[in-house]
């Protein structure tokens, strides 16, 4: 059932409808806007504000999650079907992270180059971006849950997920800063793979719960 799940959800992105043209424009327009603003290109400061375009950019979409299936009653009918809250939270997880963060991921290097950044500061920002995803995807999904019969809720899914973020924000950040140094086996690329393995245990159960607490009374 989960593999149903996330095979309708990706076939629903590829028509149009998750949102990840939106995100890239505004991940693009961010680095720009940011690099006039600091006065041309800034290398030192671009694994920042990279992992700040892409988790702001990823965010924008939460409101597409959940909030269509449960206005519509499809949520329901994958209940009805025989899913459970876990393989629900699952699929629609793997599918945010598949349509709305590898997206940026994949468009980080093109961005970097915009703000002068090299080789070694490039790839590191990228390994640092693929091991936060699990934290940025598990705190998303949840807060997509908790909001999904809130109608126009997206502005509301980013404050309140940003704050969660915040950690997983500051190691990504120094992981792609020491990855010219240290390579992969930084302690901040540990401590990254360690709050994104706490962000998944906490925000699977967390993203189920409130599921069912939208679902209503069995």
């Known amino acids: 059932m989960m593999g149903a799940i996330l095979k309708r959800d990706l076939q629903l992105a590829a028509r149009g409808t998750s949102g990840t043209g939106l995100s890239l424009a505004f ?13 041309g290109s800034r290398p030192d400061l671009g694994p920042g504000l990279l992992w700040l375009a892409a988790t702001l950019s990823a965010l924008l979409g939460l409101d597409r999650l959940y909030q269509p299936d449960q206005e519509t009653g499809a949520l329901a009918q994958m209940h009805l079907s025989g899913a459970s809250g876990l393989a629900i939270a699952t699929a629609k997880s793997l599918s ?62 980013v404050i309140l997920t940003a704050p969660l973020l915040i950690p997983v924000l500051i190691f990504g950040t120094e992981a792609a800063n020491t990855f010219a140094s240290e390579g992969i086996a930084a302690v901040q690329f540990r401590i990254l793979a360690g709050l994104s393995f ?17 679902r209503g009374p069995a």
Do not use: E
Not at 129 to 137: D, E, K, V, W
Not at 198 to 214: E, Q, S
């Open 27 to 39: 991940m693009a327009l961010f680095v720009l806007l940011c690099g006039l603003a600091l006065g």
């Open 198 to 214: 706490i962000a998944v245990a906490l925000g699977t159960p967390a993203t189920v719960a409130a599921l069912a607490a939208n």
């Open 96 to 157: 945010f992270a598949i349509t709305g963060l590898a997206p940026l991921i994949i468009a980080t290097p093109l961005l970097a180059l915009l703000l002068g950044m090299d080789g070694p500061a490039i790839i590191g920002t990228i390994l640092s971006l693929i091991i936060g995803a699990p934290a940025i995807t598990a705190y998303a999904s949840v807060t997509a849950a908790i909001l999904a019969a809130q109608r126009g809720s997206g502005v509301l899914a």
